[in-house]
């Protein structure tokens, strides 16, 4: 699914892989920068690149031959982002109680909001017939 209908097949190559690993175009450049020459890049040697890519859509040849890697893994169902270099997020204990507060948070909204709707229907003399679930 293209991006953009007149965006360059090679960028739209790029955008791919950075949404199938979901990282970011910059960091699909280090990886690939890693897995073409063996060894990290540092940012003096990125940012042309980078930038010339951003400003001028010239897409080097290693990010490229990446992702169409990353693409052609994807179809063949054998994608894996630590087999290419590019670790998870960690999780960390705050995280997981941001998550909780934020799914108990969501959870009460929706049953306040049936409640009340189911409340003000039946204020409003609408009670004959079920409008909300659990309806039967």
Do not use: T
Not at 89 to 101: F, T
Not at 112 to 126: S, T
Request: hydrophobic share 50%; with cysteine.
């Amino acid at each position: 699914m293209p991006f953009d209908e007149n965006i360059q097949p090679d960028v739209n190559d790029v955008l791919q892989a950075a949404a199938m690993l979901d990282i970011s175009e910059y960091q699909l450049f280090h990886a690939a920068y890693k897995r073409w020459h063996g060894e990290p890049a540092e940012e003096s040697i990125m940012e042309p690149f980078f930038v010339s890519y951003m400003f001028e859509l010239k897409v080097p040849p290693w990010v490229r031959h990446f992702s169409r890697l990353v693409q052609r893994l994807n179809r063949m169902g054998k994608l894996d982002r630590l087999d290419l270099g590019i670790p998870y997020l960690p999780w960390s204990p705050d995280m997981v109680g941001r998550g909780a507060r934020f799914a108990v948070i969501l959870v009460s909204l929706l049953v306040g909001l049936i409640v009340l709707a189911e409340f003000a229907g039946k204020v409003a003399g609408l009670s004959l017939r079920c409008f909300f679930p659990p309806c039967y």
